[in-house]
């Protein structure tokens, strides 16, 4: 397929396609100043200079509609919607997290184009298939939205969903040229971003699959120094995009996701093959272990940036190579040159010196502390006595603190086993004096030890009180001993006291059941510190009065109950006991749970709750609406009305996407129509692709009833078949449920298209080229003139008699009913159609040969034939439409003699005989379609022959083949195929 172009202004094609959400507004140089340093720019220093000061100039660029993301191409990520899940690359089974870390690969940069003028280029595709992608230019990107261009283009067709836009979609050729423009007539100046994009837009539709190696060659825009001078490393890509591009040492850098370790020196060597460091970072990837061959990356990298090469053969297999790559990753290891020496000499040495018994991970602590310390005597004393991770991670988490108090807090570790737990579990940022405390006060550390023993929030802060801590501590002594209810006792005096109600809990201590509600609600976050005394006493008429209720209708765990107390708290009516003893399952209190949160009806909550006794899965589709955003107003319009929730049912059943506008108003009067014609397909995927075809032409006002009635069944599979071709695309849809003469047209191209087996890329060329020849009332096109088209000459020319079929029917002027039964959407229109198409190719050589051998009488002969072909479409109507008077191979063969007469008469000689021949195949055709077959079929279905009542037809149907009566398990279509 071509790939696709859109083109217009920044706020047409964004209007377009529904995402004008970007466009921004009310935005000024603040809201620029954070992609300043994060824009990718392509290009030489002088050039990113002025990409910066001209985008800080508020006269040169406007600052009030930014977009993040706009000045280097990335707000293009935006035009399909914000939602991974509909990303137009992604597959429908696709997991969105693995689809974008690992299927797909994407560029974005800046650039400045001729004259000054500031740009952007974005590109993003598929891993595994480079044939599926999308991208764009955007010029002037410091201009308003109507003034800056954006040229966009597909490998699929995208479809508008506001066409209010006036934007217009058109195939283009494969290639770069669509984007930047030809020679004569550029649209980018810039010769290193074109030699870019051709070097990454192939000649047969697809991009590069290493085309990502390109964003290599780009800077994070800086004007503080920190961008390198990178002109001779551009002009070495100019030169040869397409040699970057195949080099195994970017690749690598690629593969290995170290790009953020590059330099421009280091990409030069890279493009020198001869160079070590080239041949170093090839090696890697020919590791088995990537992990290992990541680590040796950075190292590399990292060694080579600061002229430390020669390093790496040292460092490259040490034991601690892991922890020393994580140093750099955390920039511990120093800037300059000497720095890095020194702190790379210090890791082995320290690494080697500590004790034996400690785990990588702990030295690995321990080394981080050393890196971020003074590196005194006294420091590194403290390091050697460390004998485990949570002590290395105390002294990492301190050092602020001092060296005479981490020499402290180690004596103190080593005296109690459980403190140094303790003290690594406290936040980094806890005061000096707070952590002395905790590890000087041993009821305090001892308190604390409980606490995280058995899983309980420690409110640290709380704990630190005198006066709360003296209060506090008896209970939790109890944990010496523990078991569920002390624990439960524990945790919810603490949660209690810290929101001020220690009296409420000294008063109900000995209530269990109540205790143990209240740290339930507390884990479903029911209860909140706002109205918290009144909840409290809410919930202990809960307890006593709803609960006993609830637990007569079946029994509940603690997790359901503490979830019915919560919507006790907030419901908003007075008959509670009407509503909460029905629940019964989690997912119907979930729902509930949600819709107590917007509705304050009661009488509504009551009638939902009716529907989910009668729909068991009912609330859990409807959370399935929550969790796609729909709000509550509309979650509970559909849940209260059968209609609507079964609607919704029948498209989560298909996996088929939808709003709640499709539900309550478009899809809404077609419900039960819908339904009973899904349910009618037998075929799981074709169900699914008529669903998102029907709601695809609801939102289009294209869906009528007429097509969901029984006997448009045929009508349906097409219309199905069209959405698995060609998903979504608005322009064949609408063509293909029309009422008039090119819809008819068109729907008798498509079955032809669909009764072959094709790939989908085959099918959805055909269907481009059907429509082009339709809509264009032209054939030009049905040439096989491309690659593409040779591939699939033999059905294109099969599509080309089919038009010329229909160009000759037209002419005919048929019988209306002849006309009805072609444009039908029944198995008797289109055996109709596939017998028309052997007439007319019958017919169209006769008229030939009669023209070459007898020209005078060739046109005498004419108006004869054409009453000759409307004679034979008659009786083709009145067998196909049963009439009884041509179930005899006599019957037929006086009809066809009738319209035989006419025409023969007209000829003499040698031109008749010629045309009685062709007439004879015409006839034998018709004998064994209309005749012989059917008593085949009623021969398979009641065993005997005599359906015809005469020796010759039941003789004539004996001698068919056995190939065709074996066809008659096949379609009409097949049978059609084979004789």
């Not at 080229?769 to 054939?779: Q, Y």
């Amino acid at each position: 397929m071509p790939p696709y172009l859109i083109r217009g202004t920044y706020k047409e094609v964004f209007t377009a396609f529904g995402s004008d959400f970007v466009l921004g507004g009310g935005t000024n140089i603040s809201t620029l100043e954070p992609d300043f340093e994060r824009s990718t720019f392509m290009g030489t220093l002088e050039e990113c200079l002025l990409h910066l000061e001209t985008w800080k100039d508020a006269e040169q660029s406007d600052h009030e509609f930014y977009t993040q993301g706009n000045m280097f191409g990335a707000v293009l990520k935006m035009l399909f919607g914000a939602d991974v899940y509909a990303h137009p690359l992604k597959k429908a089974e696709e997991d969105p997290e693995n689809f974008t870390n690992n299927k797909l690969a994407s560029i974005d940069f800046g650039f400045v184009d001729k004259d000054g003028q500031l740009a952007a280029f974005h590109l993003e595709y598929r891993k595994d298939d480079p044939g599926q992608w999308l991208a764009g230019i955007i010029k002037n990107t410091n201009k308003k939205p109507e003034e800056r261009e954006v040229l966009f283009m597909t490998s699929f067709e995208p479809v508008i969903v506001n066409p209010a836009a006036r934007i217009q979609i058109r195939s283009v050729e494969a290639g770069a040229i669509p984007l930047m423009g030809d020679d004569d007539a550029p649209i980018i100046h810039n010769q290193l971003v074109r030699n870019i994009l051709q070097a990454v837009f192939l000649k047969n539709g697809r991009v590069h699959p290493d085309s990502d190696i390109v964003e290599q060659f780009t800077q994070l825009a800086n004007d503080k120094g920190g961008y390198e001078e990178n002109g001779q490393l551009l002009n070495s890509l100019q030169a040869d995009v397409g040699k970057a591009l195949a080099n195994p040492g970017l690749k690598a850098i690629k593969e290995l996701g170290i790009t953020g370790y590059r330099s421009v020196a280091s990409m030069q060597k890279c493009l020198k093959k001869e160079n070590p460091f080239y041949q170093q970072l090839a090696a890697l990837t020919k590791l088995n272990n990537k992990t290992l061959a990541i680590q040796r990356g950075i190292l590399l990298l990292f060694l080579d940036s600061a002229n430390l090469s020669q390093l790496y053969s040292s460092y490259s297999k040490a034991v601690f190579l892991p922890a020393l790559t994580s140093y750099i990753k955390e920039n511990m290891m120093g800037k300059t040159a000497d720095e890095i020496r020194e702190n790379c000499n210090q890791v082995k040495t320290l690494w080697s010196s500590l004790d034996k018994s400690l785990s990588s991970a702990t030295k690995e602590t321990i080394i981080a502390a050393f890196l971020r310390s003074s590196k005194s005597p006294l420091i590194q004393n403290c390091l050697h006595s460390i004998r485990n991770d949570s002590e290395a991670k105390v002294i990492l988490n301190r050092l602020r603190d001092g060296e005479n108090d981490l020499q402290y807090y180690l004596d103190k570790m080593h005296g109690c086993y459980y403190l140094p737990s303790v003290l690594a579990s406290q936040p980094t940022t806890m005061e000096r004096d707070q952590f002395y405390r905790i590890a000087d006060d041993q009821d305090l550390h001892q308190a604390i030890h409980l606490l995280q023993k058995n899983g309980i929030e420690t409110y640290t802060e709380l704990l630190l009180d005198p006066a709360h801590f003296q209060r506090l501590k008896p209970f939790i002594s109890e944990l010496n001993s523990p078991d569920q209810d002390k624990i439960a006792k524990v945790s919810i005096m603490l949660w209690l006291s810290n929101h001020g109600q220690f009296d409420h809990f000294y008063t109900h201590q000995n209530h269990i059941d109540y205790l143990r509600l209240l740290k339930r609600m507390v884990e479903i976050n029911a209860l909140k510190g706002k109205d918290l005394a009144e909840n409290l006493q809410k919930t202990r008429v809960f307890l006593e009065e709803i609960k006993p209720k609830i637990l007569e209708t079946g029994t509940r765990n603690e997790k359901a109950i503490a979830s019915l107390a919560q919507c006790y708290l907030v419901y908003p009516g007075d008959s509670p006991l009407a509503v909460l003893p029905r629940l019964k399952d989690e997912s119907q209190i979930r729902l509930l749970q949600f819709l107590l949160r917007h509705e304050k009806n009661e009488a509504n909550l009551i009638s939902l709750v009716d529907q989910l006794q009668v729909y068991p899965k009912l609330a859990e589709q409807l959370m399935l609406l929550f969790d796609k955003g729909i709000g509550a107003d509309d979650i509970m319009a559909i849940g209260m009305e059968p209609d609507k929730h079964q609607l919704m049912s029948l498209l989560q059943d298909h996996r088929v996407p939808y709003n709640a506008n499709d539900i309550c108003n478009l899809l809404l009067p077609f419900s039960a129509e819908l339904q009973t014609a899904v349910q009618a397909e037998p075929n799981a995927e074709m169900r699914k692709c008529f669903l998102q075809a029907s709601l695809s032409l609801a939102r289009n006002h294209l869906l009528s009833h007429e097509l969901l009635k029984p006997e448009a069944q045929l009508q349906r599979q097409l219309i199905a078949n069209l959405q698995r071709a060609v998903p979504g695309n608005s322009r064949y849809s609408s063509l293909a449920v029309g009422g008039d003469a090119k819809s008819h047209d068109f729907k008798l191209l498509l079955r032809e298209i669909f009764s072959n087996k094709l790939p989908v890329s085959g099918q959805k060329l055909l269907i481009e080229e059907a429509f082009t020849a339709i809509t264009a009332s032209t054939m030009d096109n049905l040439q096989p003139d491309t690659d593409a088209k040779k591939k699939l000459a033999k059905p294109i020319s099969r599509m080309r008699t089919q038009m010329t079929t229909l160009k000759h029917l037209e002419s005919l002027q048929l019988e209306q009913k002849t006309l009805d039964l072609l444009k039908g959407q029944d198995a008797a229109g289109q055996k109709f159609f596939r017998m028309a198409m052997f007439i007319e190719e019958q017919c169209e050589q006769m008229r030939k040969r009669l023209e070459k051998t007898n020209p005078q009488k060739y046109q005498k002969m004419l108006s004869h034939e054409v009453n000759y072909r409307k004679a034979l479409y008659g009786i083709l109507h009145d067998s196909l439409r049963g009439d009884g008077s041509l179930r005899s191979k006599e019957a037929l063969n006086k009809r066809l003699e009738t319209a035989e007469k006419p025409l023969l008469d007209a000829l003499e000689g040698d031109s008749r005989k010629a045309y009685r021949q062709g007439m004879r195949i015409i006839a034998n055709f018709f004998s064994i379609l209309l005749i012989g077959i059917p008593n085949l079929i009623h021969h398979r279905h009641t065993g005997n022959w005599t359906f015809f009542s005469t020796p010759r037809s039941r003789e004539t149907a004996q001698t068919v083949s056995k190939k065709v009566k074996d066809e008659i398990e096949s379609s009409s279509e097949n049978i059609q195929n084979k004789l």
